[in-house]
């Protein structure tokens, strides 16, 4: 089973600034099968990057993802207060097919 | 426009059966994987599984194994998540979700989530 480990669990910071979240993989991940999803509270996930790198439909351009192998990094630009959310990595792979990370919460410092 | 509308909250006792459902709408329903995640009380998502409505190949994640049964009724566009025998540890939130595609795995539309409470 891939174990996918998020940091930091928690953000700190304001409105304006840039956030890099982090998304390390126990075993290698094609960069294929790594998506990025954002819950606001009460609120059913949304996709927000596939395929490590690619915008979903509708996702501005502050974010953005890079990343390869082990490695992965969700980027937000200049964060809005639409953006003060829980973001949770995703690989897709074997057995189980599906696995997340634990997620981190992004919140108002 | 594309839509997956869950059945509303549940509150059951220890031991009773359930079914929830996720009505797809606003695109081919048969073409999609549809897949079921749990969130419990302020934690984070699992996967449990997931199912082609064209076929029925139903898919688990080891840890919901033998614990849910997965189904579609693709005559009315729905998938749904069942137990046999709820436990206190069942209750959570569950969301269905679309897989993107055949070569994209990722999961492009949720559902608003159904609300399971167990209790005695």
């Known amino acids: 089973e891939i174990v996918l480990t998020q940091s930091p669990g928690t953000l700190s910071l304001s409105p304006g600034e840039r956030a890099t979240l982090s998304c390390r993989a126990s075993?290698?991940?094609?960069?294929?099968?790594l998506a990025w999803y954002r819950q606001k509270p009460g609120q059913a996930p949304r996709l927000l990057i596939y395929?490590?790198?690619s915008r979903a439909t509708g996702i501005p351009d502050r974010f953005s993802g890079s990343g390869s192998g082990t490695d992965f990094t969700l980027t937000i630009s200049r964060l809005e207060p639409e953006d003060f959310a829980v973001y949770y990595c995703?690989?897709?792979?074997?057995?189980?097919?599906?696995?997340f990370g634990q997620g981190t919460k992004l919140e108002i410092k | 426009e594309v839509q997956l509308v869950q059945s509303g909250a549940e509150v059951k006792k220890p031991g009773e059966s359930l079914k929830i459902s996720c009505k797809g709408s606003?695109?081919?329903?048969?073409?999609?994987?549809i897949g079921w995640v749990r969130q419990m009380p302020g934690k984070g998502l699992e996967w449990m599984g997931i199912?082609?409505?064209?076929?029925?190949?139903?898919r688990y994640s080891p840890s919901f194994q033998g614990q849910v049964t997965i189904s579609a009724d693709k005559s009315i566009s729905t998938a749904y998540l069942q137990w046999s025998s709820l436990k206190a540890s069942d209750t959570a939130m569950f969301y269905c979700?679309?897989?993107?595609?055949?070569?994209?795995?990722?999961?492009?539309?949720w559902g608003q989530g159904t609300l399971v409470t167990v209790s005695s």
């Open positions: 199912i082609h409505p064209g076929d029925s190949n139903t």
């Open positions: 995703q690989q897709y792979g074997s057995s189980p097919e599906y696995t």
């Open positions: 606003g695109y081919s329903f048969t073409s999609y994987w």
């Open positions: 075993q290698s991940v094609s960069s294929s099968y």
């Open positions: 979700a679309r897989r993107t595609g055949a070569t994209q795995p990722s999961f492009d539309y």
């Open positions: 395929d490590a790198s």
